[in-house]
């Protein structure tokens, strides 16, 4: 982030480029480029400093516009809702913090959810501005997120997973199948697919392993290790469907659910996938971390719904 901004009440601002344009002034430009919003809402955001130049200064409603420049701005907090689950923070040392997220809560602030996030809460309640995820788990994934404490070392953190550094081992209840002789590594091209969210699983030049096993069998149902060497979007929940063993509760594989907003949601079936272990070198102290959850999925007293 802008070092000339801060975060307000853990929410780090927005920022858009102002393209060539007709735009007298910087409000003619965000009323046209968000149509969701209004102009007198704009107008009142600006009043009450929440738009910003990239020097972090104020810029008000009759701020002239300036193409090839940038502006920051705070999105308004309409909340509604609390997600009502607890995170923890498992480890904290000089340069790293690792929490253990709950089902349904974001990892960063996305769509509805601004307050509502790991990293938001972690902020406010650390009071670490600086504070940033090194990776990301799905919504109505549960488990270990490793965050960095300092700027100038994300990036250092941040290359031990683009370089497939760290080792990761997640646990997901599934059906039961006996089609397969365990463990296999499935491999295959993960792209996206022309249906919101969803990922598409196809043959071809592979971007995409994952090493699944067999732990566990209680009736029809399976306890089953998931160790991704890539990190595609979606990818352990691609995978498993592929297999024909979609993982317990997903909203998405294999038929997209109906999306229901945060504050009319169930949350007593959250998908059955957990980020169970993080293993790595630490780039900067040499020290060998190995961090485990201390969250549980719901296994083996958990009725499987039919997902066929």
Do not use: C
């Not at 309409?78 to 690792?98: G, K, M, R, T, W």
């Not at 300092?150 to 646990?171: E, P």
């Not at 160790?227 to 038929?255: C, E, S």
């Amino acid at each position: 982030m802008n070092k000339n901004l801060q975060n307000l009440n853990g929410v780090g601002p927005s920022k858009v480029f102002l393209p060539e344009g007709p735009y007298l002034t910087v409000l003619d430009f965000l009323e046209r480029r968000f149509p969701r919003g209004t102009r007198a809402g704009w107008e009142k955001r600006m009043l009450a400093g929440r738009v910003l130049n990239q020097d972090g200064q104020s810029l008000y409603p009759e701020a002239p516009y300036l193409p090839r420049s940038i502006v920051y701005y705070y999105r308004e907090v309409v909340e509604n809702f609390v997600i009502p689950f607890q995170e923890s923070i498992i480890y904290e040392d000089e340069y790293l913090l690792v929490a253990d997220k709950p089902h349904y809560l974001p990892v960063t602030p996305v769509g509805p959810y601004i307050q509502e996030t790991l990293l938001v809460r972690l902020r406010q309640r650390t009071g670490i501005e600086a504070l940033s995820a090194v990776h990301r788990l799905d919504l109505e994934t549960a488990g270990l997120v490793l965050f960095t404490k300092q700027a100038s070392t994300r990036n250092v953190y941040a290359q031990l997973f683009r370089n497939r550094l760290v080792d990761k081992t997640y646990l997901a209840i599934a059906s039961y199948t006996d089609i397969h002789t365990w463990p296999i590594e499935y491999k295959s091209k993960i792209i996206n697919s022309n249906q919101f969210m969803k990922m598409q699983d196809m043959e071809g030049d592979e971007n995409a392993i994952t090493q699944i096993d067999l732990i566990e069998r209680s009736g029809d149902q399976a306890l089953y290790q998931l160790k991704p060497l890539t990190g595609k979007k979606h990818q352990l929940r691609v995978h498993m469907n592929a297999i024909g063993i979609p993982i317990l509760y997903d909203q998405i594989y294999p038929r997209m659910q109906a999306y229901l907003a945060p504050q009319d949601r169930n949350y007593d079936k959250p998908m059955q996938l957990l980020a169970k272990s993080l293993a790595f070198t630490d780039p900067i102290t040499g020290q060998g971390h190995f961090f485990e959850t201390h969250l549980k999925l719901q296994w083996p007293k958990v009725d499987l719904i039919d997902q066929s």
